[in-house]
């Protein structure tokens, strides 16, 4: 079982930057792919970014080259560097993890992007 928190949301302007982290209760070096979703109000959650264990990356097209996704193994965390933010960016943001043959969840973090 993996416990997923996460943190660092916000309230952001439009154009400027935040950083999210989720912390996991294990070891992430033995989880093959941890990643982030979204959901925004009325919405469907959908897919972020993910990364694996050898730091394959994998980014949905609306944030290519705004987002970075990276994991510290050493402080099993792991982070989306989330720039350029625009207001459909506005979302709850959930941490994912795939472990076991199942998938857990973190209570999400509120990303607001407003002026």
């Known amino acids: 079982q993996v416990q997923l928190v996460e943190s660092g949301g916000g309230l952001v302007q439009p154009g400027g930057s935040l950083k999210l982290s989720c912390a996991a209760s294990?070891?992430?070096?033995?989880?093959?792919?941890m990643g982030w979703y979204r959901q925004a109000p009325g919405k469907q959650r959908e897919l972020v970014a993910t990364?694996?264990?050898?730091?394959?990356?994998n980014y949905a097209d609306s944030v290519k080259g705004r987002f970075t996704i990276s994991r510290d193994n050493a402080k099993n965390t792991v982070y989306l560097q989330m720039g350029s933010l625009k207001p459909e960016d506005t979302a709850v943001y959930y941490c994912?993890?795939?472990?076991?043959?199942?998938?857990?969840w973190g209570q999400g973090t509120q990303v607001t992007v407003s002026s």
């Open positions: 990364i694996t264990t050898g730091g394959r990356s």
């Open positions: 994912n993890a795939e472990a076991d043959g199942f998938l857990y």
């Open positions: 294990r070891r992430i070096s033995s989880i093959y792919n």
